[in-house]
DNA sequence: CGCTTTTGACCTGCGC
DNA sequence: GCGCAGGTCAAAAGCG
């Protein structure tokens, strides 16, 4: 189910796993407690009890002595011989226990019954052995909460433990395939530089082999080997010609030559799916299937734009353009330019049955350094890509992430996501078009806890708390994205927003009108590249969100979290 | 002049 | 085998 990582989490239900206790109303609630950091389980460090501990020694004619109340009692003749001062001292240096009002009430039970001493009625007597039982039952429920509460804290602790260590692996594996993403395009601009010929006839040359017969050429890094072996496929040994070729279309009719010339359709696949398919089945299979699999994820981003195309922060060229079946509106292709042989492409086009509603599908993962805005996007996609095959590879059709993605997802961005890894590419859909929940939309579900610092470096792939980074970031640019968001739909409503014109500077200080148009204010915030952090940052704090959505679940129910399992056609 | 966009042609996979 | 649709390429055109 979920790759036999050893952590199971159903979010979709917390009664199976009581970490996180709704309040109850029991002489033990939480209800006066403080949260427990990260995921906000109550904790009762309070000295005195809560409300009901304090009704209680109402009922049981205690006195309060921690605060102002310190009023007579009904009967004060019982009380009469009581040195308040004196009681309060021996409360005070009696060792105090997180989690517990029991030695409170044991100095109150003293205290009342040094009080109750100088009765003589018989119903006085009557009334304190009732007391007393009372007492006795509230402590062993103490005890008992408490132990329970030890319990809980352990399984948190331990749940906690499980993911701290699960992100870690997480990111390593992230920072793997961004590394051997880096080797490969090094490699070749390093074969490049050496002279062999030039320009892609000459990367052509490499990547073929002298011989030309696509077996694996020395002269390429190790890095590069296994998408040689993939573009060195049973077939590849007839283009002989492709050695010679002048890097137009080989005369063999496949154009695979000469989309090996496009790195990003070695490295990343790009969309030449086709390519993929023809991994030669050696004992690279495993890594490659693994690797291919990786390729063809796609994230797909559905949100109402006016513009042409979402700015996500990354510098685009537009490389082709194709009308699509069944849409009246053509399908562009861009591809990234911000490095050479960046592999991540994306598709742009906009809905067939709502026109305003604009479809950019990215896949890849970029091999350079990028800016904090086009970061945003990028881990947004490499995450939820990985979140995506990591459940399509183990799981059906990756129904559990697809539920942890949305729940992450959703309580920021009023999004629906929508995964389909039965599709012919696993692709996440975001659909950014429902209409946001002013409440959602105000406060973050993601449970932020550290500042931001916008000029710091940021890398989730480094820190020993990544999750922290993204939720930090998530917070920051997410109250940009207010601000800037709603900038821009003024914008793009009187000035049709040119796509990737320079964007003013953010100006956090503009107060935010909500009472924009709905369709404004998402296209807006779709077209800010801040919006994706908030995206990152929920699929990487994954655990996160659904803890918060756990939260809001115990709370409100208002979030409209909907997860389903398509198949996404491309269109 | 260099870069980007446009656009027609080509290639590939898939279904019939 | 053929046609269709998706995806890509590269020459030509456009633009600053």
């Known amino acids: 189910m979920d790759k036999g990582w050893g952590l199971t989490l159903d979010t979709s239900s917390s009664q199976s796993l009581p970490l996180f206790p709704s309040k109850q109303p029991s002489a033990t609630s939480f209800s006066n407690d403080r949260m427990f950091p990260l995921l906000g389980f109550p904790v009762n460090l309070s000295r005195a009890a809560n409300k009901e501990d304090d009704d209680h020694r109402k009922v049981v004619g205690e006195v309060d002595f921690f605060s102002d109340r310190n009023k007579p009692t009904p009967t004060p003749s019982l009380h009469q011989n009581v040195k308040p001062n004196i009681i309060k001292k021996e409360i005070d240096e009696t060792p105090l226990h997180?989690?517990?009002?029991?030695?409170?009430?044991?100095?109150?039970?003293?205290?009342?019954?040094?009080?109750?001493?100088?009765?003589?009625?018989s119903d006085a007597e009557d009334k304190r052995a009732a007391k007393t039982t009372e007492l006795v039952q509230l402590q062993v429920e103490l005890q008992r909460m408490n132990a329970e509460n030890k319990k809980l804290k352990e399984m948190l602790s331990h749940v906690t433990g499980n993911y701290t260590a699960l992100q870690m692996h997480f990111m390593t594996l992230m920072q793997q395939n961004q590394r051997t993403e880096n080797e490969v395009v090094e490699g070749k601009v390093e074969d490049k530089n050496h002279g062999v010929g030039g320009g892609k006839v000459a990367r052509q040359f490499l990547e073929i082999g002298p011989s030309g017969t696509g077996e694996v050429d020395e002269q390429?890094?190790?890095?590069?080997?296994?998408?040689?072996?993939r573009s060195s496929t049973p077939q590849n040994n007839n283009n002989i010609e492709g050695g010679t070729r002048d890097g137009a279309r080989n005369n063999n009719g496949k154009h695979e030559l000469g989309r090996e010339e496009s790195p990003e359709s070695e490295s990343q696949g790009g969309w030449a799916s086709n390519k993929i398919q023809k991994v030669n089945p050696s004992n690279a299979m495993d890594q490659s299937t693994t690797e291919a699999t990786m390729r063809k994820a796609r994230v797909s981003?559905?949100?109402?734009?006016?513009?042409?195309?979402?700015?996500?922060?990354?510098?685009?060229?537009?490389?082709?353009?194709?009308?699509?079946?069944?849409?009246?509106?053509?399908?562009?292709?861009?591809?990234?330019?911000?490095?050479?042989?960046?592999?991540?492409?994306?598709?742009?086009?906009?809905?067939?049955?709502?026109?305003?509603?604009?479809v950019t599908t990215y896949e890849g993962t970029h091999n350079h350094p990028l800016p904090p805005a086009a970061m945003a996007m990028a881990s947004t996609?490499?995450?939820?890509?990985?979140?995506?095959?990591?459940?399509?590879?183990?799981?059906?059709?990756?129904?559990?992430?697809?539920?942890?993605?949305?729940?992450?997802?959703?309580?920021?961005?009023?999004?629906?996501?929508?995964?389909?890894?039965?599709?012919?590419?696993?692709?996440?859909?975001?659909?950014?078009?429902?209409?946001?929940?002013?409440?959602?939309?105000?406060?973050?579900?993601?449970?932020?806890?550290?500042?931001?610092?916008?000029?710091?470096?940021?890398n989730f792939g480094s820190g020993a708390t990544p999750i922290a980074q993204a939720q930090a970031q998530a917070q920051a640019l997410y109250n940009q994205s207010k601000f800037s968001g709603l900038q821009l739909s003024q914008?793009?409503?009187?000035?049709q927003l040119a796509p990737q014109a320079p964007r003013p500077p953010l100006q956090p200080s503009q107060p935010p009108s909500l009472a924009d148009t709905v369709t404004a204010a998402t296209a807006a915030i779709t077209a800010d590249p801040n919006f994706t952090a908030v995206l990152a940052a929920a699929i990487s704090s994954i655990i996160g969100g659904a803890n918060a959505n756990n939260n809001n679940t115990s709370n409100n129910n208002n979030s409209t979290s909907r997860t389903t399992i398509s198949s996404f056609s491309g269109n």
Request: aromatic share 4%; charged share 15%; net charge positive.
């Open 98 to 121: 997180v989690n517990t009002g029991l030695q409170l009430l044991t100095a109150n039970t003293g205290s009342d019954q040094s009080t109750v001493d100088d009765g003589v009625s």
């Open 220 to 229: 390429v890094s190790d890095s590069s080997s296994d998408e040689r072996t």
């Open 301 to 358: 981003v559905r949100a109402r734009s006016e513009a042409p195309m979402i700015s996500d922060g990354c510098q685009w060229r537009k490389y082709g353009q194709k009308m699509a079946k069944g849409n009246p509106c053509p399908r562009a292709y861009y591809r990234c330019t911000m490095a050479v042989g960046c592999p991540v492409r994306k598709q742009v086009q906009r809905c067939a049955e709502d026109k305003t509603i604009l």
């Open 491 to 495: 914008e793009v409503g009187s000035s």
């Open 381 to 458: 996609t490499a995450a939820a890509a990985s979140m995506l095959l990591s459940g399509s590879m183990s799981s059906a059709d990756g129904i559990m992430n697809s539920n942890l993605l949305a729940r992450a997802i959703l309580p920021c961005s009023t999004s629906m996501a929508t995964l389909s890894a039965s599709a012919p590419f696993p692709t996440v859909t975001l659909d950014l078009t429902h209409n946001p929940n002013p409440s959602q939309f105000q406060r973050p579900a993601v449970p932020f806890q550290l500042p931001f610092l916008p000029g710091q470096p940021q």
